[in-house]
Every structure is written in structure tokens, then in C-alpha cells.
């Protein structure tokens, strides 16, 4: 199994509040990705990064910021949650970034915003 | 957006009978995975389909990827409990992981 490291694993926090989810890979990729899982949409890519310091949006970015200061990690924030941001966060890693690299996921992050 | 349908949404049978599930969509996509989740786990890569026609299997299952590179389907043949989890299947059409659109997913729940 590829090293990747969610933590925390589980989290309640309440609306308003900040929030960091932490990434961890010990597979030295170069490409980080968050997702989040919502019953009836499936996977939604948030963020991604393709090296240190370079990020991206994906399809629903809106209300979460990322950073990546080191290739091991990559850090979802949620500035002031709320309960739409109710949900399972999934990282992934690839290798390269092509459609033919497999992803790797983490075991997921669910967060409960009350 | 590229929308990705998966259907059944949900499939329950009894060990030992086979099953088809199916990703369908209007857009062409370069490569096609399909991933398998278990409860509490993220999904895990089964397979990438590159070519139209492509047929690719992996023990009791056989995935092809349409002739128009559009639509996919992963056959499973007498199906054990092991096998239930969701499947998943993602297209890439534009070359990069961060274009990769998720289907649904089918919940299948294999019965001893």
C-alpha cells in the first residue's frame, strides 16, 4: 500500500471555526490531491498540487485553501467551516500527472461541521 | 462539466452469480479507471483502459472499454463476498489527473 497519512481520521467542529486536514506521503510523488466524498456526487476533486509551493483549484474549491511547503505534505484548510464542508475528505497521490497514473488514496478524513 | 453515469446505483446478489456494471457517458475519454472502496478505506486502482475495444481482465473480472472510448463495463463472474464494496469509475479527458471525473459509483453487497 502506497504511504499516505490523513490525519485526523475523524473530526467534529462547529460552524465558524478553522479547520486543517493534513496530508502525509512517504512515496515522495510529486502530485497531491484533495478530494471530498458526498453521498449523490461521488468525488470532488477541491485542490491539487503538482510540486512544492504550486497549487491548483479543482471543481469545488470555493471555502478551502491549500498549502504545500514540503513534498511530504499537502494542508486543506477550511477558514471558517460550515455544514456544507460536512463531509469525507479523501487525499490522493500520483506520480506523474498524466489521465494513465494510477491514484493512491489515503483512508479518508471525516469531518462533521455542527 | 463531464458527467460520468454509473448504473445500478445499488446491487445486491448471491455469492456465485455474475454481474455487469456500467459507466456510460456523451464525452470521449482518453483512459478510463475503475476503483473499488471498501467502508472506511479510500478506493483502490483495479484498472486504466487506454484503447477503444480494450478488454482487460483480472481473475473473475473483465473490464472493456468501448469502441468510441466512451462508456465501460466490469463483468465479475461468480461473485464472492469479498467482492462487495463500491466501484467507482473515473475518465480522463484531458490528459491529467486533475481532469479525472468520478461517476457515482454502484454499491454492490455480495450474500454468502
Known amino acids: 500500500d502506497a504511504g499516505i497519512t490523513q490525519s485526523p481520521r475523524h473530526k467534529v467542529t462547529e460552524t465558524g471555526t478553522p479547520v486543517t486536514l493534513r496530508c502525509h506521503q512517504t512515496e515522495n510523488h510529486r502530485y497531491m490531491y484533495w478530494y471530498r466524498q458526498d453521498p449523490g456526487h461521488g468525488l470532488r476533486l477541491i485542490h491539487y498540487?503538482?510540486?512544492?509551493?504550486?497549487?491548483d483549484k479543482g471543481e469545488v474549491s470555493d471555502g478551502y485553501s491549500v498549502s504545500r511547503s514540503k513534498t511530504e505534505d499537502f494542508l486543506l484548510t477550511l477558514e471558517s467551516a460550515t455544514s456544507s464542508q460536512t463531509s469525507v475528505y479523501f487525499c490522493?497521490?500520483?506520480?506523474?500527472?498524466?489521465?494513465?497514473?494510477?491514484?493512491?488514496f489515503g483512508n479518508g478524513t471525516r469531518l462533521t461541521v455542527t | 462539466t463531464q458527467l460520468l453515469e454509473q448504473s445500478p446505483q445499488f446491487l445486491s446478489i448471491q455469492e456465485g452469480e455474475n454481474l455487469t456494471v456500467y459507466c456510460n457517458s456523451s464525452?470521449?475519454?482518453?483512459?478510463l479507471q475503475w476503483y473499488r472502496q471498501e467502508p472506511g478505506e479510500g478506493p483502490v486502482l483495479l484498472v486504466t483502459v487506454v484503447t477503444g475495444g480494450e478488454v482487460k481482465k483480472l481473475k473473475r473480472l473483465t473490464f472493456q472499454f468501448g469502441d468510441a472510448r466512451k462508456d465501460s463495463s466490469l463483468h465479475i463472474t461468480a461473485a464472492q463476498p469479498g467482492d462487495t464494496g463500491l466501484y467507482l469509475c473515473?475518465?480522463?479527458?484531458?490528459?491529467?489527473?486533475?481532469?479525472?471525473?468520478f461517476g457515482k459509483g454502484t454499491l454492490l453487497t455480495v450474500n454468502p
Open positions: 473515473a475518465g480522463n479527458s484531458g490528459g491529467s489527473n486533475y481532469k479525472l471525473t
Open positions: 498540487s503538482y510540486g512544492v509551493k504550486d497549487t
Open positions: 464525452s470521449v475519454f482518453s483512459s
Open positions: 490522493a497521490i500520483s506520480e506523474s500527472g498524466t489521465g494513465y497514473s494510477p491514484l493512491h
